[in-house]
């Protein structure tokens, strides 16, 4: 990236988030790392069994070096979910007495890569040789502790290869549910319907308290549930320049263009040093003043600051402009030349063959029926090049398919060598064949971009000493008065911000838009912090954070703020539905089209399967299921369904013909459930007694 792409980056830390396997428990070296805990007691227990805090503290910091960047917070997440499914697991793998032999827990070593592929253990055919794979760990018996681990954890996958087995063997679908199937789908029903619609009242109308919110929550508990959590309202004082901090850093880099006189010692005269403008060697001038160092890149017009991007590729070689803003710097700019090509545009069609690192082939092929195939197309496209999309679109293996093979701009060595040759070597329009470890691909150069390369002085706006001095005095009083006063209203009288409010678990990390502070949660769960506490922290890089525990949440159920946007609507909907139905008087629909004030719509052909009302009210099963309960010409007690309240009058129905057999929607439902089996680890959850004492520790 040129300088001013490398400005243009912000500093703040990405945390990936990287999935782990059920069962892949990673075996790394016994290291401890002291001081995780703040005692030595059970870190929690599954069903009264106890989880030791220095084994787990030893799995979390094995975790932590494993080399996957993460924190000990999301170390300590992750370890203590395997934890939990592995107890769980264990105790039902007990309780079924299952068993499993060392064939069994070979086939699961031999599953893993780097196992049944190691070459160590691979004999002249290419295949694994158990006789190889034992006779290495008996020549190495340092090894023996690895081989260990590694056999414990295939007997465990081993098991639960049999334990899902047993689940998926025991879901049944009976003829009944076949039939109820069936009739779902087939039998239909046409009917007439007055809609009173929940649209129709405004939603300003209807105010839903707290504490309905509250009791709805506790009528839905397994919907709701949720650990201990703490609301924490917050005041951000950001440590950044002042207007004056600003001033000063443009007027210095400003400076900068022309010469300046300094005193020499060595001659004791007054030597001229020459300004950015007059400077000899440009990139020597950067270095030596600007905060971030020379970039030799040459720029595309695209990545430039977008608001000085034409003044800037348009300077003359040697000319200066700025200085100018760009994101937290002052800059100046001097043109070293242009460089014509300097990024490319291409699109390519890849034919890939057996034994190429390409994971979505779209058909198995030789390489030379990989080769033929791309040259067939070649020759297409070549002699019509508006081909290329379409050849793109459905023969290409690469998943730039999607967008007709277009792979966008690209510098020099973004691609493998072939295809970075080819590309750079030929102008635009240019279509070709390369062979590339990938496979066979059929390029067409679609556009090439100059470029400008800039010696970059650019000097960073940041607070000074007076103006942070300031910010803390500022933040440390804010800190004191809040503890007595009210914290919103001493926030309006001191012009600061407060931020919404955060609601925190236990081992959460992120806080708010600040992301990752696991320190100020970790606070918000001290045995001293109660509701009103009151902390000032520093945090690097954004200024001081000045929080207060607002509540605390121990009834068991997610915070009221939180379940509003889900839970607010369906109860505006309720007491919407009561004031529809006090309207719906008559003895008929035309009567009651009349207090409505709604037309009578028609309903033709629909089943419990297709239950879309027609105009685009969408899926309205409960209304579909009344009306195929009524007997002809009746009519139904309205009806409350997802977009409104319906009285519906059936006009006829249509059953579906008798079947002698069900089997094949038995089958279908079947399928539908074969999944089911994946919602056994969380009902053991739901069902078990899980003590989490990890708040507790410094993790």
Request: hydrophobic share 40%.
């Amino acid at each position: 990236m040129a300088v001013l792409a490398k400005i243009r980056q912000r500093s703040a830390l990405l945390i990936a988030a990287i999935a782990i396997a059920l069962f892949a428990f990673i075996i790394q070296d016994l290291i401890g790392k002291g001081g995780l805990g703040q005692n030595t007691k059970d870190v929690g227990s599954i069903n009264d069994k106890d989880i030791a805090f220095e084994d787990f503290r030893l799995k979390v910091s094995n975790l932590e070096k494993s080399g996957q960047g993460i924190t000990p917070t999301d170390a300590a997440n992750r370890v203590w979910e395997q934890e939990v499914t592995l107890a769980l697991l264990t105790s039902e793998f007990e309780k079924l007495g299952l068993r499993v032999g060392e064939k069994h827990i070979i086939e699961v070593l031999k599953a893993d890569q780097n196992i049944g592929k190691n070459p160590m253990f691979l004999n002249a055919a290419g295949l694994f040789d158990l006789a190889k794979f034992k006779d290495f760990f008996k020549s190495n018996p340092e090894q023996a502790q690895f081989l260990k681990d590694r056999e414990k954890d295939a007997e465990i996958n081993a098991k639960y290869q049999i334990y899902n087995t047993l689940v998926k063997s025991g879901l049944y679908t009976t003829d009944a549910e076949g039939k109820y199937k069936y009739e779902a789908e087939a039998n239909k029903v046409n009917f007439a319907y007055v809609a009173g619609l929940y649209s129709t009242i405004k939603d300003s109308d209807v105010k839903v308290t707290d504490a309905e919110i509250t009791e709805y929550m506790s009528k839905n508990k397994k919907k709701f549930k949720a650990d201990e959590s703490r609301e924490i309202s917050y005041v951000l004082i950001e440590d950044k320049a002042s207007a004056q901090d600003e001033a000063e850093v443009k007027n210095k880099i400003t400076s900068l263009l022309s010469g300046s006189v300094v005193y020499n010692q060595a001659t004791g005269k007054n030597d001229t040093v020459p300004g950015f403008k007059n400077a000899k060697n440009a990139i020597d001038f950067v270095n030596a003043n600007s905060d971030v160092p020379y970039d030799s890149t040459y720029i595309a017009k695209k990545d430039l600051p977008a608001v000085d991007a034409d003044r800037l590729f348009s300077l003359p070689s040697g000319a200066v402009y700025g200085p100018y803003k760009f994101g937290n710097y002052y800059c100046l700019s001097k043109s070293l030349g242009f460089k014509s090509g300097v990024n490319a545009k291409a699109s390519h069609i890849l034919i890939s063959y057996e034994g190429t690192q390409v994971p979505n082939k779209k058909e198995v092929r030789t390489k030379e029926e990989a080769k033929a195939k791309a040259e067939s197309i070649l020759a297409q496209v070549t002699a019509n090049p508006d081909s290329f999309l379409m050849l793109a679109f459905t023969a290409s293996d690469d998943s730039s398919a999607q967008q007709g093979g277009d792979l966008g701009y690209f510098g020099p060595n973004a691609m493998v060598k072939p295809f970075n040759d080819f590309v750079f070597n030929n102008g635009i329009g240019k279509i070709g064949l390369v062979e590339t470890p990938f496979g066979f691909h059929i390029i067409k150069i679609t556009d090439k971009q100059d470029g400008i390369r800039l010696a970059t002085v650019a000097q960073r706006i940041e607070a000074s000493d007076a103006t942070s001095d300031k910010l803390f005095a500022q933040a440390t009083q804010f800190e004191m008065e809040a503890a007595e006063k009210d914290f919103d209203k001493l926030a309006k009288d001191m012009k600061l911000t407060v931020a919404p409010l955060v609601t925190a678990k236990a081992m959460d990390e992120n806080f708010g838009s600040l992301g990752n502070q696991r320190a100020i949660v970790r606070w918000a769960f001290e045995e001293d912090s109660k509701v009103g506490s009151i902390k000032r922290f520093e945090v690097a890089n954004v200024g001081h954070v000045i929080a207060k525990v607002k509540s605390i949440d121990n009834s068991g159920l997610v915070a009221v703020s939180l379940a509003r946007p889900y839970v607010e609507p369906i109860l505006k909907n309720k007491k919407k539905a009561e004031m529809i139905k006090a309207k719906m008087t008559g003895s008929s629909l035309e009567a009651i089209s009349k207090t409505v004030g709604a037309p009578i719509q028609q309903a033709a052909g629909l089943t419990l399967e297709n239950a879309v009302l027609p105009g685009g009210v969408g899926q309205e099963a409960k209304v579909v299921g009344n009306a195929l309960a009524l007997a002809a010409n009746k009519m139904s007690a309205p009806i409350e369904g997802n977009t409104g309240v319906y009285v519906v009058k059936n006009i006829s129905t249509v059953k579906a013909p008798t079947l002698k057999s069900h089997a094949a929607y038995v089958t279908k439902l079947k399928a539908q459930n074969s999944g089911d089996s994946n919602r056994v680890i969380p009902a053991l959850k739901a069902s078990a007694t899980i003590e989490d004492n990890r708040k507790q520790f410094s993790f």
